[in-house]
């Protein structure tokens, strides 16, 4: 409830009227400044409690956030105008936000067991991030990064005015490099269900923990409840320690797949699985908006927001205001609200999108970009699922083809993508023999590859040029003409393109099993190509196709992936830090030299290796022998400590 401030209270030249909120450190009130004819305007003025003036630590918190906000001018950063001492009291005074908090939209929407709209999410979500990505993003005046940290991301710090514009407040316990450490060591600083992993266990926090904040009220959005609740605080802390997303698995089956993909990555328990920055997840969800043909419009946030009835009265009396009041934040709810069971999307719902051409959902569905709950217009009126039109239909039930899935805490392991270690992790995959189900993310990019006791037998992939479809045409093996019409034979639901293609007679079996047999294999191989991301692999897991063989041994196929795609120049980098470690024979993991497919030079230069005794002598020694060039030589030796035939204890190379 609002409170009136003491009569004709002043600060300064403000005076003080309703207070809108009182938070740990500080209160804030609506101020008005009176002008010359008749002016006024409102501001929120916010000051430090008179408990903890006398307070230095309290004080200069106050004084460091008035700095840096006053220095951080933005479109979506509250904005503050002016800072003053009056009669021994700090005040600060910002841009009055005339509207309404997400966390009073968050109740709002879930009490009415409704949703966001997608687009709606989407763009407030966005505007956070661009505030985040400016703060994170600043400089002093000789330019030297400041390295701020919000690390109070949460749902009552995110103020929507009543024209839809979104704005981020409160930076009063930001971290910043050029700050004094106003934080105990272990310290807990941050909304209970809105901290990063690292922020629960009083870990140093870079600007990938704004990134997770940001992640749970996106989340929180699209499932309309609490992310991380629990029956009291440490249960909430442990939830959010391990990066628990059963919530989200449970409540957010109708979250479109691209864009619970992105929600995932940006909630990684690691801060490097997550986007790198605030700037780069605000791209992944412009470029989902895009695809989708969501339009983030402030204007249909504020003619959303009107059409609920929830804004407060003109008057002031019940304005938005920073910090958030305590009655107000989801804090205390989280403890203990349940999820609610969600029904259909109340109005203004999104609008379904028209079907497009059979052939493109079958490309879309193909390409993980179309999901099973994914909502068409219908020809003749209404909406249906595409998993209830012909062909995606199909395609949607087969394993292969089901993007996103499975999530990520049932993987047997999951590892980072880097240029060293890629090789080496599907060696050893290939070595042992595994049967499952290795997937490769990097954003909205996707590679299902199904292993069948170390060999690659299927592969699927996000990417549209590497359809079979798309390749024949490019390739010129097959008319354009009998390609359409095999494409839309296939969209009605009939049997596999290649099949349609082979009994049309517009392509010989045999053509079909070799440009099937080069499909699997690029899409194997481009794999090496990637230099972050994540891998995840899920034991004994079949994709259900019909396995396709491969001309190289699978061992010989990874060896294939370096040499295509690790230029030698980045495996001389990659080698040169343990260049000058002694070498030894591995173990191979179950890998023979045949195994690897090596050239013949490269098999010299491994078979050397051990008695060359350093990776530096190996290659000095074949070229000054003249049986292996620089390229054969380096190659090998990273071929061979990747299969494990060789191993370089003392570089931690095993």
Same mark, same amino acid.
Not at 453 to 471: D, K, M, N, Q, Y
């Given at each position: ?71 951080? @001018? =933005? ?123 690292? @922020? ?40 959010? =320690? ?28 690691? /801060? ?68 609610? /069971? ?54 949607? @039930? ?86 359409? @019409? ?9 049997? =596999? ?158």
């Amino acid at each position: 409830m609002v409170e009136a401030a003491p009569s004709a209270m002043r600060l300064g030249p403000y005076v003080l009227g309703e207070r809108l909120g009182l938070g740990g450190m500080a209160e804030v009130f609506v101020g008005r400044r009176a002008g010359p004819h008749g002016f006024a305007k409102r501001f929120a003025i916010k000051r430090i409690l008179p408990e903890l003036a006398k307070d230095q630590r309290f004080v200069a918190m106050f004084i460091d956030e008035a700095r840096i906000c006053a220095a951080l @001018q =933005h479109p979506n950063i509250v904005e503050v105008v002016d800072f003053g001492e009056s009669q021994g009291e700090l005040f600060m005074a910002m841009e009055y936000v005339d509207g309404l908090s997400l966390a009073r939209l968050l109740r709002h929407v879930a009490s009415k067991r409704s949703r966001f709209p997608i687009p709606i999410a989407l763009l407030i979500a966005r505007s956070v991030l661009r505030a985040l990505a400016y703060a994170h993003e600043a400089t002093d005046e000789q330019g030297r990064p400041l390295g701020l940290v919000h690390r109070d991301v949460s749902p009552g710090n995110v103020l929507i005015s009543r024209q839809g514009a979104v704005k981020l407040a409160d930076f009063g316990i930001v971290r910043g490099v050029t700050l004094d450490r106003r934080t105990d060591p272990g310290e807990l600083k941050g909304k209970l269900g809105y901290m990063s992993p690292e @922020q629960v266990i009083g870990a140093e926090v870079d600007p990938r923990s704004d990134v997770f904040a940001v992640g749970i009220l996106l989340a929180e959005m699209l499932i309309a409840c609490p992310l991380f609740a629990g029956k009291d605080e440490l249960e909430v802390l442990t939830r959010i =320690h391990e990066a628990n997303l059963s919530t989200f698995d449970q409540h957010g089956q109708h979250v479109p797949m691209e864009l619970a993909q992105i929600v995932r990555r940006a909630l990684a328990r690691e /801060p490097w699985q997550r986007f790198p920055s605030a700037r780069e997840f605000a791209l992944a969800l412009e470029s989902f908006a895009v695809r989708n043909d969501h339009v983030l419009d402030d204007a249909e946030l504020a003619r959303w927001v009107n059409v609920l009835g929830i804004l407060p009265s003109v008057s002031g009396v019940h304005s938005v205001r920073t910090p958030v009041r305590a009655d107000e934040h989801p804090t205390t709810p989280i403890l203990e609200r349940q999820p609610l /069971p969600l029904p259909a999307i109340h109005p203004p719902e999104p609008r379904a999108e028209k079907r497009p051409p059979g052939t493109d959902l079958l490309e879309l569905v193909a390409t993980g970009r179309v999901h099973a709950n994914t909502e068409f217009l219908a020809t003749y009126g209404g909406v249906r699922r595409a998993s209830e039109l012909a062909g995606a239909a199909e395609l949607l @039930q087969r394993n292969a083809f089901r993007f996103g899935e499975p999530p990520l805490e049932r993987a047997s392991f999951t590892a980072s993508i880097d240029a060293r270690t890629l090789p080496s992790r599907v060696y050893q995959l290939v070595a042992s023999r595994a049967t499952g189900l290795l997937i490769a993310r990097n954003g909205d990019q996707e590679r299902r590859i199904f292993l069948v006791e170390g060999a690659p037998r299927f592969v699927a992939s996000s990417v549209r040029e590497e359809l079979i479809g798309v390749r024949l045409l490019r390739r010129g093996v097959v008319d354009p003409d009998k390609l359409a @019409q095999a494409l839309d034979l296939r969209a009605r639901g009939a049997m =596999h393109l290649g099949e349609i293609l082979v009994s049309m007679g517009a392509l010989p079996e045999s053509v079909l099993q070799h440009e099937l047999t080069e499909q699997l294999e690029h899409r194997f191989v481009e794999l090496f190509s990637w230099r972050n991301g994540m891998l995840a692999f899920f034991s004994d897991m079949k994709s259900g196709e019909d396995d396709i063989d491969t001309r190289l041994p699978p061992a010989g196929l990874v060896t294939r992936g370096i040499r295509e795609e690790y230029s030698i120049d980045e495996i001389a980098a990659v080698l040169e830090p343990m260049s000058r470690a002694v070498l030894v024979r591995g173990d191979g993991r179950g890998l023979s030299v045949g195994d690897l497919a090596l050239a013949d030079a490269e098999a010299v230069a491994l078979a050397a290796a051990v008695g060359s005794g350093t990776v530096s002598r190996l290659v000095a020694s074949a070229e000054k022998q003249g049986r292996a060039t620089r390229a054969d030589a380096l190659r090998a030796a990273f071929v061979g400590l990747s299969a494990g035939l060789i191993a370089a204890p003392s570089a931690k190379w095993t």
